[in-house]
């Protein structure tokens, strides 16, 4: 019995070496494999946190976070839009203003937590509220986070509330539809802050 609960835990510390500790620590996610796991399209929001790195310069080398605002601080050249851009863009925005003061700068971004990127599910599921979610995710995927439909959900009534700028969108889902393989194209792409209305 003993050898048997040694060789579980031997292999189950294998596993972990394997996959690499992905772990939910105070809401955010983090990994040492973050940087090689986001999409390289991500565009980056409030909270996130990335490692910047100029190559032979170990002061200049530090993690930020995205504030509220959307900007972050960098020695010698201040704040820096980071709120809806990609890696690219911030790493070509660095190394075009610190070359005034370290000529061919090499630069390098990488995202070690995502923590803008958030969806809601509300209303008849098994388990409403916030997700915080690594990864780009469709309707159906927030559905099965949250649990599934409780019996009496509308499941044709079901709508994607989404903000842009001012403006409130209600984008309409009816799961009925698509559990037939029918009108797949609504099961949309969630992007950070939607909210999944289930009546």
Not at 3 to 15: A, E, G, K, Q, T
Not at 21 to 44: F, H, K, N, W
Request: glycine share 8%.
């Amino acid at each position: 019995m003993l050898y048997s609960v040694r060789v579980l835990i031997n292999r189950v510390v294998l596993l972990l070496g394997t996959v690499g500790c992905l772990s939910v620590l105070g809401g955010e996610i983090t990994t040492s494999a973050m940087a090689s796991q986001v999409d390289p399209e991500y565009r980056l929001g409030a909270e996130d946190v990335m490692l910047i790195s100029v190559w032979k310069d170990e002061q200049l080398t530090r993690e930020v976070v995205v504030r509220p605002d959307g900007m972050f601080s960098f020695p010698l050249i201040g704040d820096v839009q980071a709120e809806d851009r990609t890696v690219d863009q911030i790493r070509t925005d660095l190394v075009h203003r610190l070359t005034k003061y370290i000529p061919n700068a090499n630069v390098s971004v990488a995202v070690t937590k995502v923590v803008s990127y958030k969806v809601y599910v509300v209303g008849r599921v098994n388990k409403p509220g916030e997700y915080l979610i690594g990864h780009y995710t469709d309707v159906l995927q927030a559905l099965s986070l949250a649990g599934g439909l409780t019996p009496f959900a509308a499941e044709n009534d079901i709508k994607v509330m989404r903000r842009v700028g001012r403006e409130q969108h209600a984008i309409p889902f009816r799961y009925g539809d698509i559990r037939k393989g029918r009108e797949l194209e609504q099961n949309i792409v969630l992007q950070r802050g939607d909210v999944v209305m289930v009546p």
